[in-house]
């Protein structure tokens, strides 16, 4: 969060760890592949659909500013760039514009704080563009990462095409006892049964970063 300059996402520290196990290994430069989620349509819950702007603002929002804090702000004006007519939204541009930094900054400030060398972090897929609009029916009937599939069966027959795995955050365990944050911005006496593991990653990781402010 120093480094950054903000709350991370929950994906960072698990990053990080990975990072300083691979420079602890002899490792300089981590080369990831998250670019082919957004370049290939890997997203297939953000592409499931074409979303009402309401409904997208609920879905990318984990949790709402006025649930938990006394004096919330609205995070309105990050969705609004985006809205179309008949309360619609252009999510593809969103994901693009906002999403991808968001995504692509979670792995760069993680290899980056963890002290890799040289170029700390390279997504070669990030650098790529499809030359087509990405078939929208075709993930949305279960086929995300399409021409990936493909490649993967031309050069590997013999295997059975692998399903995506989000890469898992165990954020449920690690806050199961949380007790919930006491820093005077907050409500009192939230009801942390309430809310999930992410909810409550958010929760502790901005009243770590104010604490930090403070310092």
Request: hydrophobic letters at 35%.
């Amino acid at each position: 969060m120093e480094m950054k300059g903000s709350p991370v996402h929950s994906i960072e520290p698990q990053i990080m760890e990975a990072a300083l196990q691979a420079k602890k290994d002899g490792v300089e430069m981590m080369v990831a592949a998250d670019g082919s989620d957004l370049v290939f349509g890997g997203m297939d819950r953000m592409l499931s659909k074409d979303w009402d702007y309401d409904d997208w603002v609920d879905f990318y929002t984990f949790l709402k500013p006025e649930e938990v804090l006394k004096e919330p702000v609205s995070m309105d004006s990050v969705f609004a760039e985006y809205k179309l007519p008949n309360n619609k939204i252009d999510f593809l541009k969103f994901i693009d514009d906002i999403f991808a930094h968001e995504s692509s900054g979670s792995y760069c400030n993680a290899c980056i704080t963890a002290g890799m060398k040289y170029t700390p972090f390279y997504d070669p897929s990030g650098m790529v563009k499809m030359a087509e609009p990405l078939d929208l029916q075709r993930i949305r009937n279960g086929e995300s990462k399409y021409l990936i599939r493909e490649l993967f069966h031309k050069c590997y027959p013999e295997f059975p095409i692998p399903e995506k795995v989000p890469m898992p955050r165990p954020v449920d365990f690690y806050f199961k006892d949380y007790k919930g944050p006491t820093r005077p911005e907050f409500k009192e006496n939230l009801d942390m049964s309430k809310f999930t593991g992410n909810q409550k990653w958010q929760m502790w990781c901005l009243e770590r970063f104010l604490n930090n402010l403070e310092k």
